[in-house]
């Protein structure tokens, strides 16, 4: 078994570099963009914040699979809950890059015309706690997502809520190399952005958050 | 020296746009990969190294996120190939998807079978590759079938 925690890390690593970044990379990259600018130690805490909470949920989901011994079913209640979670990454990703690239004149105008979702987005955003990203990174674990999802299949291949636990722990890890370090470059290229160069990555964010909006979407409508 | 700012300026927008898009930065210009099985509607044929695999994927159409049966034929001329390891390797041609191998058994007269899950790439892309590796002493033939799930 030991021997698939070892492949799984490696699928992780792997794949963290050929797939996450392409795939949830901007994501991560927007949470370095946003808010002042901070010194490379505190990006670099933030991001790990942010991918502990995201592993966290993969093992809890890698448990569960391994109890249910059925990647089918469990993936299968699942995706409700994770083509919202997209939805609700993009409405984020949209809150951010409005605010990055100065087009609501800072979060106060998502406030006042947003009581609601986006209201609520400002509150995680704007805490000025870098351990919002633990949380944030919870939810973001259950983004829909198919390098997880193969290794789901091998967490309810093993038919122990441990074992299922300790794959896509070791799976988890192996992802966060690539996504903290884009994360925290993508930090540092956005503390060196001035006027319209940080207006042009908020449009960026914008549309990839977007981008997840209309996916999300699709992916209910395929359901 | 503005000028010098600009250009650095411009570098950064660029490094930021490959930073933050590189899937899309680097796919545009790369060779279009298409179907050439339609698994959704009859079963495919393809023959390797004279080693001939027919591959039927049920139940159809083949969605993905489904418990899905993979059922193997190989024959070599006119002989069927009963002693064969053989396993299907789940890939996707565009998108790094983690290995998902559906191991097979062997149930009569060189029909193999085994069950397994295409999974859902949420970038809506939904062309597949299955490759039929069958191993017979120390060699492997590799049969590939490229597909699209619905």
């Known amino acids: 078994m030991e021997t698939g925690y070892v492949f799984a890390f490696t699928t992780g690593l792997a794949g963290g570099f050929g797939h996450c970044i392409g795939m949830c990379g901007p994501l991560a990259a927007s949470f370095s963009v946003q808010g002042k600018r901070s010194p490379p130690s505190v990006v670099i805490g933030r991001q790990l914040l942010y991918h502990a909470g995201r592993v966290t949920t993969y093992a809890l989901i890698g448990a569960v699979m391994g109890y249910a011994g059925s990647f089918v079913n469990v993936a299968g209640s699942l995706m409700g809950v994770q083509n919202s979670v997209m939805i609700l990454a993009g409405v984020l990703m949209v809150a951010m890059g409005l605010g990055i690239a100065g087009l609501i004149g800072g979060t106060a105008w998502i406030e006042r015309h947003n009581a609601g979702v986006l209201g609520a987005a400002r509150r995680v955003i704007a805490h000025p706690s870098g351990l919002r990203n633990f949380p944030l990174g919870l939810l973001m674990g259950l983004l829909p997502c198919g390098l997880s999802y193969t290794s789901f299949i091998a967490a309810a291949g093993t038919g122990s809520p441990v074992s299922g636990m300790m794959l896509m722990l070791a799976f988890g890890c192996g992802t966060v190399p690539a996504l903290a370090a884009f994360g925290a470059a993508a930090g540092y290229v956005g503390s060196r952005l001035r006027g319209r160069v940080q207006q042009a990555g908020g449009l960026l964010v914008l549309a990839m958050g977007l981008y997840y909006i209309v996916k999300g979407i699709r992916l209910y409508a395929e359901m | ?150």
């Open chain 2, 1 to 150: 020296m503005a000028r010098s700012s600009r250009t650095a300026d411009s570098f950064t927008a660029l490094a930021l746009v490959l930073f933050l898009f590189p899937p899309y930065a680097l796919a545009a210009g790369k060779p279009v990969i298409k179907a050439d099985c339609q698994i959704s509607e009859h079963p495919c044929t393809k023959t390797t190294d004279g080693l001939t695999a027919t591959l039927e994927i049920t139940p159809r159409p083949v969605r993905d996120m489904r418990e899905l049966v993979f059922t193997v034929f190989l024959s070599q001329g006119s002989k069927a190939v009963t002693d064969a390891k053989v396993a299907v390797d789940l890939t996707m041609p565009d998108m790094i998807m983690g290995q998902n191998l559906v191991r097979m058994a062997h149930k009569m007269q060189g029909i193999y079978a085994g069950k397994g899950v295409i999974v859902r790439c949420p970038s809506g892309k939904k062309l597949w590759r299955a490759e039929v590796r069958a191993h017979r002493g120390k060699k492997t033939i590799v049969v590939p079938f490229l597909f699209e799930v619905r």
